[in-house]
């Protein structure tokens, strides 16, 4: 969820079953392999695709899926172009020939390769699913995984030359989605009416993320974002600007629990993103973890339900 406090904010990333509102391009020509989109499902490896708008300032590319049993190597590169011998403006290259734990390195290619950065232990361990994060700042991509800041690649090439993501090794992809301030206009011409909910299928799983596009209202007092079972809701967000809070919570047996207000109230422009893991949700905003908070409802597969209300229009929601 990304959001601009008395204003537009745009949609972030996500796995699994999911429908993207007045935003979704895939184009696939016979005589054209690339693909074009602002987001991918399920894609077949090796994947090439378009970056519609390109990247700026503030956009985020976030991939969801798993590292198979026994890879030795995968990568994700944003590129300049599809074609071989691409400029690379960012090559991320997990690889685990020294052993299980494995690392990653971080490189780009222009004719030939750059040094290499790399860091260690790699947190996308074989056999595991992950969410991987890319947020274009000014001077570096910013690379978070799994809700946590992994590392900074300082740029090389011009980030606003790169126009193509490309994925392949030993991966499988969920979903790949581009999000932040170069979505078209299109997007805020497709609202969908407040309270809004709609059903999340299969469930929530370890990896998957919840994402909401739309306006705050100008005068807006608070809204809120439910993740709901047949226990009640299991997670609560509930941005509240007539208190300058960010009240987490959960309503299971008939019972609010204990409120969770810590963390100020970071919403400025930028990109929210809600991730599901094992000890419970992170809330990102601009690549960097802002709150969290622990599973009371460890079912995940229960959790089926996404709501939406308050003082915001809705253009997008991918659940």
Known sequence: MALFPQGPFYNPVGGGGRCCVGAFINDVKKKNKKKRG?????QKIPFTGSIVGGLQDGRSVVVTGRVLPGAQ????????????????AL?????????????????AFQGSW?????????????????????????????IATNGNH???????????????????????????VFQGPSVSALKLNCLRAVPYKTIINGGLYSGKTINIQGVVNPTAKRFSVNLQSRAGIVLHYNPRFDEN????????????????RGGGMPFHRGNITVICNPQGYSVMLNGAQVHSFDHRHHNLQEIDVLEVSGDLSLTSVMA
């Open 150 to 176: 992994f590392m900074e690649f300082r740029h090389r090439v011009p980030f606003n030359t790169v126009d193509t993501i490309v994925v392949d090794g030993k991966v499988e992809v969920n979903s790949i």
């Open 245 to 260: 809070v960010v009240v987490r919570n959960s309503f299971l047996g008939g019972v609010w629990g204990p409120e969770e």
């Open 73 to 88: 190597r995968f990568h994700v590169n944003l590129q300049c172009g599809s074609w071989p011998g691409a400029v690379i």
């Open 114 to 142: 750059g040094s290499e950065e790399r860091k260690a232990p790699s947190p996308f361990p074989q056999g595991c699913p992950f969410t991987l994060m890319i947020l274009v700042t000014p001077e570096s991509y910013k």
């Open 91 to 107: 090559h991320c290259n997990p690889r685990y020939d020294s052993g299980p734990s494995g690392y990653v390195v971080a490189n």
């Open 38 to 42: 602002f987001f991918f499902y399920r």
